[in-house]
């Protein structure tokens, strides 16, 4: 099953919370937004997929993020298999 990846993005929203550690978002903070559309802290997206490849919130299927590409590297992440 092929998912695509997803990008970062900055909290644009205050007064949410992430589902993951219950903290609010805070202006600047790095976000993982899955497939579906909910999001979560980068950090806590993470460690959560490090041990299930669903979304926290409604456990839809999602991919688990490549690394960042060593700097110079071309292109952008592609699909994983899960």
Sequence with gaps: ??????????VTELKQTC???LEE?????????CPCSH????????K??????VC???NKPICR????PPQGAEGAQ????V
């Design 39 to 46: 999001a979560f802290h980068k950090k806590c997206l993470l």
């Design 78 to 81: 592609s699909p994983l298999e």
């Design 56 to 58: 926290p919130m409604c």
């Design 48 to 53: 959560w997929l490090e041990i299930r490849s």
């Design 25 to 33: 978002f805070r202006s600047r903070d790095e976000l993982g937004v």
């Design 1 to 10: 099953l092929l998912i695509p990846c997803t990008c970062w993005l900055v």
């Design 65 to 68: 993020l490549q690394p960042d």
């Design 19 to 21: 589902a993951v550690c």
